[in-house]
């Protein structure tokens, strides 16, 4: 009787170990899904390096050689020539900004700040005014990096807020 007690005990230590052991299998076979999928996001990675190092080699080549990637579109020969300037939106025509310490800074200034919740557009003092007369000596062009979205939005409060003159509009 106590042969077989113990051999029940021994049974149950072994069950036991067993679980333990098939929950580290477990736990190593989930591990290991996780390394062979980081695997395959460096792959990728690495194929997009190796891909955007050829186009920077690219560049450097035709850099050296004079010769570029980017040609400009020629001008039709019914366009009046009339030089042109271009202005960047962001920085430079207004300030797009995203923080309390940037309004405060920009009425302190005295810039107009127009805005919503979130973002402040900080006008540059006399902006309509230097349109005005840059718009009568040169062809403009309002250059940005935003997306067009935002850039219609920084336009339109612009706009509204009198800051552009008549015929500055985005296209």
């Given at each position: 009787m106590?042969?077989?007690?113990?051999?029940?005990?021994?049974?149950?230590?072994?069950?036991?170990?067993?679980?333990?052991?098939?929950?580290?299998?477990?736990?190593?076979?989930?591990e290991l899904v996780s390394i062979q999928?980081?695997?395959?996001?460096?792959?990728?990675?690495?194929?997009e390096l190796v891909t955007l190092q050829a186009n920077i080699d690219k560049l450097h080549e035709n850099a050296a050689a004079g010769t570029s990637l980017f040609r400009p579109m020629p001008i039709p020969p019914d366009i009046p020539r009339q030089k042109t300037l271009i202005l960047d939106l962001n920085g430079v025509l207004c300030k797009i900004k995203r923080s309390a310490i940037a309004l405060r800074?920009?009425?302190?200034?005295?810039?107009?700040?127009?805005?919503?919740?979130?973002t402040w557009?900080?006008?540059?003092?006399?902006?309509?005014?230097f349109l005005e007369q840059v718009l009568e000596l040169f062809s403009v062009i309002i250059w940005t990096s935003r997306i067009e979205r935002n850039t219609e939005l920084?336009?339109?409060a612009l706009e509204s807020a009198g800051c552009l003159p008549p015929g500055v509009k985005s296209g």
């Open positions: 106590q042969d077989q007690s113990n051999l029940q005990e021994v049974v149950a230590k072994l069950k036991q170990e067993a679980g333990e052991l098939q929950t580290r299998i477990d736990e190593q076979r989930v999928e980081l695997e395959t996001q460096v792959n990728l990675k690495s194929k800074q920009a009425k302190d200034l005295g810039w107009p700040v127009l805005g919503s919740r979130t557009v900080v006008s540059r003092s006399g902006l309509r005014e920084v336009l339109e």
